[in-house]
C-alpha cells in the first residue's frame, strides 16, 4: 500500500507532492483539516499549510518560500507558487497572520511561513536567552581571581576554558562550543568549582543540575565533572560541594514529563536549583529547549554545553547551532550574547596535524579537495 493510499480523499492538488515522498500522510491530513475549518479551498494554501507541517519533520521550524521543490528521487513534476504572489496568498487568508498575538494556525514574517507554536518557540527561546544575558550577577572579585589562578594555573587572561568560568561567574548564561576533545566537560567541571566558591564565600549553598538530552549523554557528563574534580586545586568545602551534585539525568527526567508535550515543571513551578548544565545542547529541540528555559527561574545560572557542527536534533530546531552562530556575529548579538559564547577549538585527543585532525578541520570548513 502507498502512502498515497492511506490517505482519505487526498486533494489532487497534494497527490504529486505524496507520490514523491515530500508529503506524508500526517502533513496532508494537518493542511486538509486547517484548511477545511478556515474555510480555505485553494491548492496552494493546501500546499503551504503541508508544507509548514512538514517543516518540523524535515529538522526546520518553518517554511522558507524560496527555498523551492526540496530535492526528490522520483520523477515527479512539482510546481513550486510563484513566492511573491503565495505569501501574499497566505498573508491574506483566514489561515495566517503577520501578528506574534494572533490565534491562527499559521503565522508569515518575512519569506517564511510557521506552524504558530514553532514560532512562539523560538521567540520564547530569543526572549529568555536575551533576558538572561543582560541579568547581572553579584561578584566576589577578589574570590574570583583567586579561584581563576588556582583552577587555569598557566593559562593565560584570554585562555578560553579560563574566559568560560569567569564568563558563567559573571552572568546568568553562558555557552560552551567545541569539538569533541576539546575539554567541554573539563571546563564545566572548573565553571562549577568557581561558582560553589562564590557561594561558599557568600554563606549559601549552590543547587546545581547536570542534564542532557539522553541518558547516556547525562551520564557522560556526570561522570566527567566527578574525575575532573581529582586535579582541581580548589577548598575542601567546594570540592565536597561539587562531588555532592545530584546524578546526571535526561532533560525529560529533570522537567518532569507528564504526556508526550506537558512537564510538571514550568512558569509556575520552576526547577529547584540555582545553575542548570545542559550537556549535548545540539541534540536539543527548540520545543524543548523553550519548555527548559521556561522552567529554570530567572536567578538561575544557564550553562549550555554542546558542538553546533555536530548532528542537529531530529526534531525542529537548531538551538545550539544558531545561538553559536548569533554570538559571532555581534550585529546580532543582543548587545551581549557575543560575550556569552565561548568556543574551544584545540583538541586534547588528537592534533591538528594528525589524519584524522586534519580530516575534521577540512569537513568542518567544508573543504572538500582536503577531504
Not at 499549510?49 to 526540496?70: I, K, N, Q, S, W
Not at 510563484?82 to 487568508?93: K, T
Not at 495566517?96 to 491562527?104: E, F, I, K, W, Y
Not at 559573571?170 to 560553589?196: N, S, Y
Request: overall charge negative; proline content about 6%.
Amino acid at each position: 500500500m502507498s502512502a498515497l493510499d492511506i490517505v482519505l480523499s487526498c486533494p489532487e492538488a497534494l497527490a504529486p507532492w505524496i507520490e514523491a515522498s515530500v508529503l506524508d500522510p500526517s502533513d496532508v491530513h494537518v493542511a486538509v483539516t486547517l484548511c477545511r475549518l478556515a474555510g480555505v479551498d485553494d491548492p496552494d494554501l493546501l500546499l503551504a499549510t503541508a508544507m509548514a507541517a512538514r517543516a518540523p519533520r524535515a529538522g526546520h521550524t518553518c517554511l522558507d518560500v524560496d527555498l523551492g521543490v526540496p530535492p526528490t528521487d522520483d520523477d515527479v513534476d512539482l510546481s513550486w507558487p510563484e513566492p511573491e504572489a503565495w505569501l501574499a496568498a497566505i498573508a491574506a487568508s483566514p489561515l495566517a497572520s503577520a501578528d506574534d498575538g494572533g490565534v491562527t494556525p499559521l503565522l508569515v514574517e518575512g519569506r517564511r511561513v510557521y506552524l504558530r507554536r514553532y514560532r512562539d518557540h523560538e521567540q520564547a527561546v530569543a526572549t529568555d536567552l536575551t533576558a538572561r544575558c543582560v541579568a547581572a550577577a553579584n561578584v566576589d572579585e577578589e574570590l574570583l581571581a583567586d579561584c581563576l589562578t588556582r583552577l587555569f594555573p598557566d593559562a593565560p587572561d584570554d585562555d578560553p576554558q579560563r574566559r568560560a568560568a569567569e564568563a558563567a561567574v559573571r552572568g546568568r548564561l553562558t555557552v560552551v562550543a567545541g569539538g569533541p576533545g576539546t575539554g567541554k566537560t573539563w571546563t564545566v567541571a572548573r565553571i562549577l568549582a568557581a561558582l560553589a566558591a562564590q557561594a561558599h564565600g557568600a554563606g549559601s549553598q549552590l543547587r546545581i543540575a547536570l542534564a542532557a538530552p539522553t541518558g547516556k549523554a547525562a551520564a557522560r557528563l556526570d561522570d566527567g565533572v566527578r574525575s575532573a574534580l581529582a586535579s582541581m586545586d580548589v577548598d575542601d568545602d567546594v570540592r565536597a560541594r561539587v562531588a555532592d551534585v545530584e546524578r546526571g539525568r535526561t532533560l525529560h527526567a529533570l522537567l518532569g514529563r507528564r504526556s508526550a508535550s506537558r512537564f510538571w515543571h514550568d512558569r509556575d513551578r520552576p526547577l529547584p536549583y540555582d545553575v542548570v548544565v545542559v550537556d549535548e545542547m545540539s541534540m536539543a529541540s527548540v520545543s524543548l529547549a523553550a519548555r527548559l528555559l521556561d522552567a529554570i527561574p530567572p536567578h538561575a545560572r544557564v550553562v549550555l554545553v554542546g558542538d553546533p557542527d555536530q548532528l542537529a536534533s531530529v526534531e525542529a530546531g537548531t538551538v545550539l547551532g544558531d545561538v553559536v552562530g548569533s554570538g559571532r556575529d555581534t550585529r546580532s548579538a543582543g548587545g551581549g550574547l557575543a560575550e556569552r559564547v565561548v568556543t574551544l577549538t584545540q583538541t586534547h585527543r588528537f592534533g591538528s596535524d594528525t589524519g584524522i585532525g586534519a580530516l575534521a578541520g577540512a569537513i568542518r570548513s567544508g573543504d572538500a579537495e582536503a577531504v
